[in-house]
């Protein structure tokens, strides 16, 4: 009788464990349910299609299936701090430059691109006073010169010292580089702080309307095609809620070929939301080699060759860490896209 309780007693231990491993795992397995989306993004007219979902309602009409009760759109002066705000964890995805995230995902971020956003659309813009050498001498103009940037880990400042180095130019030595926000980057230029500026729209226009600046190239010429801003989602939003994030990239798409086709439109959103002049802002739409697009695939080969030059700018600490250059499955997660088109 003591044997049959004993047994009886084990048998009921066992499965009060059991229940709560069971429990335990359903739990851990659930996600927690989301009602508020953040989204980073940039006073720039590459990522406009972010505030016209909002400026149109549509980021709250076509998430409100899925529960969100608010779309929460954070700005950021470069896609730097908007990638460690990600990497904080407060937000869930960001319009941003392909290169911020391929740098801190080298460092640890939990997040890939899912669509395209943008490409090229960024100025190299001289003082007035050096318009002539400069259409003499070419880029070999710009050594000894101070520019003004983003910060190292910006598509601007990638591209911008590829292309100095392609041409004979070593960006740390023979040009100093001043790492700034658009809007000092402008205010520098005008207080002839610095001789040169690169930046991406609309702020060449600007700069080139208020008669302190001249554009004397698109980044276009300077790599073509050149991948720039990407739609980044974080590692938590696509394994715990996939719905969502298959949702905002066609929120973006609609978005984005809302702009392609209504460019005046977008002007006038965008100079609103940031409190432009209407007909600069129209201008800058004129001017730009910028493309809008959605499609992450177009982005692929470019931001491959800026994981390369950015692993090279830090080789040794990378290699002393064990880190390998990213790869397009580490930068890159297609699948939401390609479901979306098939």
């Known amino acids: 009788m003591e044997r049959r309780t004993i047994a009886c007693l084990l048998i009921a231990i066992v499965a009060i464990v059991t229940s709560v491993i069971l429990v335990g795992c359903v739990e851990e397995e659930t996600p927690a349910k989301m009602t508020t989306i953040n989204i980073g993004h940039q006073p720039s007219t590459h990522q406009v299609a972010a505030i016209l979902a909002a400026e149109k309602g549509w980021w709250e009409e076509d998430l409100s299936k899925f529960g969100i009760e608010e779309v929460k759109l954070h700005l950021f002066a470069s896609g730097l701090p908007e990638m460690k705000a990600m990497l904080a964890g407060d937000l869930d995805v960001a319009y941003v430059g392909t290169a911020p995230p391929i740098v801190h995902i080298y460092e640890g971020l939990d997040a890939k691109i899912v669509a395209g956003v943008q490409t090229q659309g960024s100025a190299i813009i001289i003082r007035p006073e050096f318009a002539d050498e400069y259409e003499r001498e070419g880029p070999a103009f710009l050594k000894g010169k101070t520019i003004a940037t983003y910060p190292p880990g910006s598509i601007q400042y990638t591209v911008l010292s590829k292309w100095l180095l392609d041409h004979g130019i070593d960006p740390e030595k023979d040009v100093d580089i001043k790492r700034m926000g658009p809007s000092d980057a402008a205010s520098a230029i005008g207080a002839k ?150």
């Open 193 to 342: 702080t610095v001789d040169v500026v690169f930046l991406p729209s609309p702020h060449p226009a600007i700069i080139e309307v208020e008669g302190t600046g001249k554009i004397v190239e698109w980044s276009g010429n300077i790599s073509p095609n050149h991948a720039c801003c990407c739609l980044v989602a974080s590692g938590e939003m696509m394994r715990e809620h996939p719905d969502i994030v298959e949702q905002i990239i066609k929120t973006h798409k609609k978005a984005a070929e809302y702009a392609i086709e209504h460019p005046v439109e977008a002007a006038e959103i965008f100079a609103q939301w940031h409190g432009a002049d209407v007909s600069t802002m129209k201008h800058s739409m004129n001017i730009t080699d910028m493309h809008w697009i959605h499609d992450p695939h177009l982005e692929v080969e470019s931001s491959l060759e800026y994981a390369r030059v950015i692993y090279e700018l830090s080789k040794e600490r990378y290699e002393e860490k064990g880190i390998e250059p990213l790869q397009e499955e580490d930068i890159f997660d297609t699948r939401f896209y390609d479901e979306i088109m098939a």
